[in-house]
């Protein structure tokens, strides 16, 4: 009895179940590989899916990033448009300060509802060339304007509710008066009086002359001469800082500038200028003396050309073919690259200058004393052909 069982025993599995062979075997393999299989295929999907939602997420930062970067400086799109449509509506007064840049007059605009964003003026700005010539002043223009038409408005003479006085490089106090006593419908004695109650910074030594900047002024219908002539004043000593001159210098470099200023004709020849100067007081002729037709003319009030000999030879404060050093006040009134100029003269040995032909204003610079009189020659040679 126990052999039969033993028999019977030898055809049951390991695993209790009965074994029906090889195939039942190789079944078994084919589903433990196709479920291997479809986990992985799972895992793949869900990275898949991770990384197209990562991306997403990348690109959605990337536009909230950088939309304020294309639609004018961070503005908010829903806030209004970039620009008006036009054609306008209204009207509204603004006023464009001295100095003001694109930028600063496009927020003046703004706040008074003339255009819709900075952004969109400072292009129409940037893209009209004669834009850098809109003169400070108080505009009558209308609101909701396109930014292009905006800056046609303020390059349109019609568009201004004031007027201006504008003071050329180079003039003196004096001739300002009358201008602006013109411009005023007053007595120059009445605008110098005003002058008489002006601030001056204590550089200038109570002296007036060289500190009315030369520029475009907007004067109101109310204007006061005092309150016009204070501006300019403001206006060198903004110039000053800008240059960063020190306050110590101020008084020097005006006075430098305003023979830079009356000496030279064009642009290129001032760093020039102010090199002779700087040299001739170091005593590159050997004097310490400017030796300029500038300052006696001033003095006299009448061009170097009618100036005696005797007058050339008197010895009076703005005669620097006599004394030594600076005269005691500047000449004229000088514009802000004569300033420049007198404040960082460029180096060099030039000592002496002639200016050949007066009608084109050429200028011939030399550290040489037997050049510079064969420059003096070329000069007679074409005095006696222009005569």
Not at 157 to 162: G, H, I
Not at 283 to 309: F, H, V, W
Request: proline residues 6%.
């Amino acid at each position: 009895m126990t052999d039969l069982f033993h028999e019977s025993d030898s055809d049951v599995g390991s695993d209790g179940h009965e074994d029906t062979g090889p195939s039942d075997r190789s079944a078994r393999a084919e589903r433990r590989r196709r479920a291997k299989k479809r986990a992985q295929r799972q895992r793949t999907i869900f990275t898949f899916v991770a990384m197209v939602l990562g991306l997403a997420v990348i690109v959605v930062g990337a536009i909230l990033l950088l939309r304020p970067l294309f639609s004018g400086g961070g503005e908010d799109p829903s806030s209004g448009p970039s620009d008006f449509p036009g054609p306008g509506v209204g009207s509204v007064e603004v006023v464009v300060s001295p100095g003001d840049s694109g930028a600063a007059i496009g927020q003046t605009l703004v706040d008074a509802g003339v255009v819709a964003t900075v952004p969109a003026f400072v292009a129409a700005y940037n893209a009209n060339a004669d834009a850098a010539g809109i003169q400070p002043g108080t505009y009558t223009l209308m609101q909701q304007l396109p930014a292009v038409d905006a800056v046609a408005a303020l390059l349109d003479p019609a568009s201004r509710s004031d007027s201006s006085i504008t003071v050329p490089e180079g003039w003196r106090a004096t001739q300002i008066y009358e201008r602006l006593a013109e411009q005023l419908e007053l007595d120059v004695a009445d605008v110098e009086a005003a002058a008489a109650e002006v601030t001056l910074p204590a550089e200038a030594e109570g002296a007036i002359e060289g500190w009315l900047f030369p520029s475009t002024y907007s004067i109101a219908e109310d204007a006061e001469p005092l309150a016009v002539l204070q501006g300019m004043v403001d206006m060198t000593v903004s110039v000053l800082e800008r240059n960063e001159v020190p306050q110590d210098a101020w008084h020097d470099v005006i006075v430098k500038a305003s023979i830079v200023e009356r000496e030279v004709s064009r642009e290129e020849d001032r760093g020039n200028v102010a090199q002779v100067i700087e040299n001739r007081l170091q005593q590159c002729n050997d004097s310490g003396r400017l030796e300029m037709d500038s300052t006696l003319a001033y003095e006299l009030n009448k061009p170097a050309s009618e100036i005696t000999q005797s007058e050339w030879a008197a010895d009076t404060p703005y005669n620097t073919r006599v004394i030594v050093g600076l005269p005691p006040t500047p000449i004229a009134s000088p514009g802000e690259s004569s300033i420049a100029a007198a404040a960082n003269p460029p180096a060099g040995e030039y000592c002496y200058f002639v200016t050949v032909n007066l009608d084109t204003g050429e200028t011939k610079f030399t550290g040489d004393y037997q050049e510079f009189l064969a420059f003096k020659e070329e000069y007679q040679q074409w005095r006696e052909s222009n005569r």
